[in-house]
């Protein structure tokens, strides 16, 4: 803006009325403007400042055609120009001049902050009409603030974050978690081992008669990869002839939970997967769906606990609960073990991950099943083996009714399924609850 516009702007901001014409303040001395406080401080940040004739507030426009900007409140709009002569001119003005002033603009955008004005006061547009400032020169200074608070888009940022699961559970979700911004420790506190002459026998038969059950539940992301693998040496490990052979047998593949996830993951379609993530919720589906009736024949890939790896006995096995419901409906139920979990031989007390989850140095830890809290407890001696605890996650009603049955406390619990997206996300909320934004 211009003319009378310039000096009611100036003056409605406690500044002393300006010329409306081009000057020029070199090496100390000012021309053709009187003097004013905000263009002494222009003056102490260069020797050589252009100052044009487009002094620009919130809500009015700006009108000046060369250096056309978006300004905050109480900002001049000013560039660096070498002169080479005397005084400046409109020529100087000119679109030519426009790369110079844009080469030496980050000199002032450095030094602005210093002297307690916007640093983005001398930001150069180019537009061609005017332009008017307003709600879009406005800092979003309280999102900033709520970004800084939550941690921006690393919500646990500087968190450390305990995995207890296997590798092939543990690795998607230390993903997840380092790209939340949390530092995550493994140790695995089970390891899964391949079933035995006997178990792999059973299994393989079972694979081969497919086409005599009605249904197969894979309750675990364990027990499909345990069927998996057997399945595909039978296919010559053709993950496509796997497919065919199941869409072939018309057998009906339920799952749940981790074991639903590791199937989409293989890219093999699960024909029921219930809304409630539990043995019980498979079952009542299937109840209501009359998919098993009196006769038919239903396969359950599970699980064995290898001495000394024990859970509670309140726990159900695996399974247990899902056989129990289709044997009262008339089904014969085939539940056979598909692998064996153990305690690894490298975990002990002595591990730099135990120490510092002692120490109390752990902000948070993920437990995925009932197998590996009761091995975690046996490495630190217990529920009371703690101090205090860290935040504690629990994927899985099996796992959530270890830790009540221990007396563990669980903060963050994750009912349906196991996804690390879910476990993440119950995280990031809980960290972040109780902090004030602004």
Request: aromatic share 2%.
């Given at each position: 803006?211009?003319?009378?516009?310039?000096?009611?702007?100036?003056?409605?901001l406690?500044?002393?009325?300006?010329?409306?014409?081009?000057?020029?303040?070199?090496?100390?001395r000012?021309l053709?403007?009187?003097?004013?406080?905000?263009?002494?401080?222009m003056?102490?940040?260069s020797?050589t400042?252009?100052?044009?004739?487009?002094?620009?507030t919130?809500?009015?426009?700006?009108?000046?055609?060369?250096?056309r900007?978006?300004?905050t409140?109480?900002?001049l709009?000013?560039?660096?120009?070498?002169?080479?002569?005397?005084?400046?001119?409109?020529?100087?003005?000119?679109?030519?001049?426009?790369p110079?002033?844009?080469?030496?603009?980050?000199?002032?955008s450095?030094?602005m902050?210093?002297?307690?004005?916007?640093?983005?006061?001398?930001?150069?547009g180019g537009?061609h009409r005017?332009?008017?400032?307003?709600?879009?020169?406005?800092?979003?200074?309280?999102?900033?603030?709520?970004?800084?608070?939550?941690?921006?888009?690393?919500?646990?940022?500087?968190?450390?974050?305990?995995?207890?699961?296997?590798?092939?559970?543990?690795?998607?979700?230390?993903?997840?978690?380092?790209?939340?911004?949390?530092?995550?420790?493994?140790?695995?506190?089970i390891e899964?081992?391949?079933p035995?002459?006997?178990?792999?026998?059973?299994?393989?038969?079972?694979?081969?008669?497919?086409t005599?059950?009605?249904?197969?539940?894979?309750?675990?992301?364990?027990a499909?990869?345990?069927?998996?693998?057997?399945?595909?040496?039978?296919?010559?490990?053709?993950?496509?002839?796997l497919?065919?052979?199941?869409?072939?047998?018309q057998v009906?593949?339920?799952?749940?939970a981790s074991?639903?996830?590791?199937?989409?993951e293989?890219?093999i379609?699960?024909?029921?997967?219930?809304?409630?993530?539990?043995e019980?919720?498979?079952a009542?589906?299937?109840?209501?769906?009359?998919?098993?009736?009196?006769?038919d024949?239903?396969?359950?890939?599970?699980l064995?606990?290898?001495?000394?790896?024990?859970?509670?006995?309140?726990?159900?096995?695996?399974?247990?609960?899902?056989?129990?419901?289709?044997?009262?409906?008339?089904?014969?139920?085939d539940?056979?073990?598909?692998?064996?979990?153990?305690?690894p031989?490298?975990?002990t007390?002595?591990?730099p991950?135990v120490?510092?989850?002692?120490?109390?140095?752990v902000?948070?830890?993920?437990i995925?099943?009932p197998e590996?809290?009761?091995?975690?407890?046996a490495?630190v001696?217990?529920?009371?083996?703690?101090?205090?605890?860290?935040?504690?996650?629990?994927?899985?009603?099996?796992?959530l009714?270890?830790?009540?049955?221990?007396?563990?406390a669980?903060?963050?619990?994750?009912?349906r399924?196991?996804?690390?997206?879910?476990?993440?996300?119950?995280?990031?909320?809980?960290?972040a609850?109780?902090?004030l934004?602004?």
């Amino acid at each position: 803006m211009a003319g009378k516009a310039t000096a009611a702007a100036m003056r409605s901001l406690g500044y002393p009325s300006m010329t409306t014409r081009r000057s020029t303040l070199q090496h100390g001395r000012m021309l053709h403007s009187p003097h004013s406080p905000l263009l002494s401080l222009m003056l102490m940040l260069s020797a050589t400042i252009c100052v044009t004739d487009a002094f620009s507030t919130p809500g009015t426009s700006v009108t000046h055609g060369a250096f056309r900007q978006l300004a905050t409140s109480k900002c001049l709009q000013a560039a660096h120009m070498p002169l080479t002569s005397g005084r400046a001119t409109p020529k100087s003005f000119s679109k030519k001049a426009a790369p110079a002033c844009l080469r030496c603009s980050p000199a002032l955008s450095s030094a602005m902050p210093r002297h307690h004005l916007p640093h983005n006061a001398p930001r150069w547009g180019g537009r061609h009409r005017p332009r008017r400032v307003g709600a879009a020169a406005m800092t979003n200074a309280p999102i900033e603030r709520a970004r800084a608070t939550l941690g921006g888009s690393k919500p646990l940022a500087g968190k450390r974050v305990l995995l207890t699961q296997p590798s092939t559970a543990a690795a998607p979700l230390a993903a997840r978690l380092i790209h939340a911004g949390a530092a995550p420790l493994w140790l695995p506190t089970i390891e899964v081992l391949l079933p035995n002459e006997e178990e792999t026998a059973a299994l393989q038969d079972a694979v081969l008669r497919l086409t005599d059950y009605r249904m197969l539940a894979l309750l675990s992301d364990v027990a499909v990869d345990a069927f998996v693998n057997c399945a595909l040496a039978l296919a010559d490990n053709d993950a496509k002839a796997l497919e065919l052979m199941l869409r072939a047998s018309q057998v009906e593949v339920g799952a749940i939970a981790s074991g639903a996830t590791r199937l989409r993951e293989l890219g093999i379609a699960a024909t029921l997967v219930p809304l409630e993530h539990s043995e019980s919720g498979l079952a009542s589906a299937i109840e209501s769906l009359g998919t098993v009736s009196a006769g038919d024949a239903v396969l359950i890939p599970t699980l064995r606990s290898q001495p000394p790896l024990t859970i509670d006995e309140s726990v159900p096995a695996l399974g247990s609960v899902l056989e129990s419901r289709m044997r009262a409906l008339g089904a014969t139920v085939d539940r056979m073990g598909a692998c064996a979990l153990v305690t690894p031989v490298s975990t002990t007390t002595d591990t730099p991950e135990v120490r510092l989850l002692c120490s109390g140095d752990v902000d948070a830890v993920c437990i995925g099943s009932p197998e590996e809290l009761s091995s975690l407890l046996a490495l630190v001696g217990g529920v009371e083996g703690l101090q205090e605890w860290p935040v504690v996650t629990a994927a899985g009603q099996r796992t959530l009714a270890a830790c009540e049955a221990h007396g563990l406390a669980v903060q963050v619990p994750v009912e349906r399924g196991g996804e690390p997206w879910k476990m993440v996300e119950g995280l990031s909320k809980h960290f972040a609850a109780g902090k004030l934004i602004w």
